[in-house]
């Protein structure tokens, strides 16, 4: 792990250097025909900035509106691997300056979990952790597959352990998992959902209480 991460990071930056799973499998049925289809690989950049809890935030993004896949749905930077790629690192970074402009340079890669199991899509995801001590400059990122960035706080109002931003997600009356509801219409659930709460828990804060209220996902976050 590298000296240069804070203290308050440190025991999730140790389990993302040893590989560690940060999350089981992702949310979703597993098809009755999953076969011997190739399964895919994907990486998503999970990137902290700050020097301690009260000023920690992470970016996310809004998804451009006019994709095929989850249009208008809050993510993490990321996406599959190319063939051109060294490892999932490299795709995460790699997939971070395109859609955001984040420069690798600017960041201090603080290790890589497990890949997550997502066998209704037959891919696997790999969470990258980053770190730097503030918020870094983002250049000009693809308009067309983001349409804006967020900095979500890991505490204090309008973050993500906020009591008055967490939930619990229901899709068509079926429950979906943690939500969260942050400033500037974010609303975020799912699999990107799913790893935040799990970030949070691993550096100490707490997961959505079982008694957050219930929200339906707002129909523009759910195609």
């Known amino acids: ?17 040893r590989g560690e799973v940060l999350v089981e499998r992702g949310p979703g049925p597993v098809p009755p025909d999953i076969g ?10 999970i990137h902290v900035a700050g020097t ?5 935030r992470l970016v996310l993004e809004e998804r451009g509106r006019r994709l095929r896949s989850q249009p208008g749905q809050f993510a993490l930077p990321g996406g599959g691997r190319d063939p051109g790629d060294r490892d999932d ?3 995460a970074l790699r997939e971070a300056q395109e859609e955001t402009g984040l420069d690798p ?36 990122g693809s308009r067309f597959e983001v349409e804006r960035l967020v900095w979500a706080p890991l505490t204090g109002p309008g973050s993500l352990t906020d009591p008055t931003r967490r939930l619990h997600g229901v899709l068509r009356g079926h429950g979906v998992g943690p939500a969260f509801d942050l400033p500037e ?19 100490g ?14 129909p523009e976050r759910r195609r």
């Open 185 to 203: 219409d974010a609303f975020v659930w799912g699999f990107t959902a799913t790893i935040l709460e799990k970030v949070l828990t691993g550096l």
């Open 89 to 91: 690192v490299h795709t």
């Open 1 to 17: 792990m590298s000296p240069a991460a804070p203290d308050f990071l440190r025991p999730l930056a140790e389990r993302a250097r």
């Open 105 to 140: 340079a600017d960041v201090t890669v603080l290790g890589a979990f497990a890949p997550i199991p997502m066998p209704w899509r037959h891919q696997k995801v790999t969470p990258v952790l980053s770190w730097s001590p503030a918020v870094p400059s983002l250049g000009e």
């Open 52 to 56: 301690g809890l009260e000023d920690a």
């Open 36 to 45: 011997e289809r190739p399964v895919r690989r994907s990486a998503v950049l």
């Open 205 to 218: 804060l707490d997961p959505v209480p079982p008694d957050a209220p219930a929200r339906e996902i707002p």
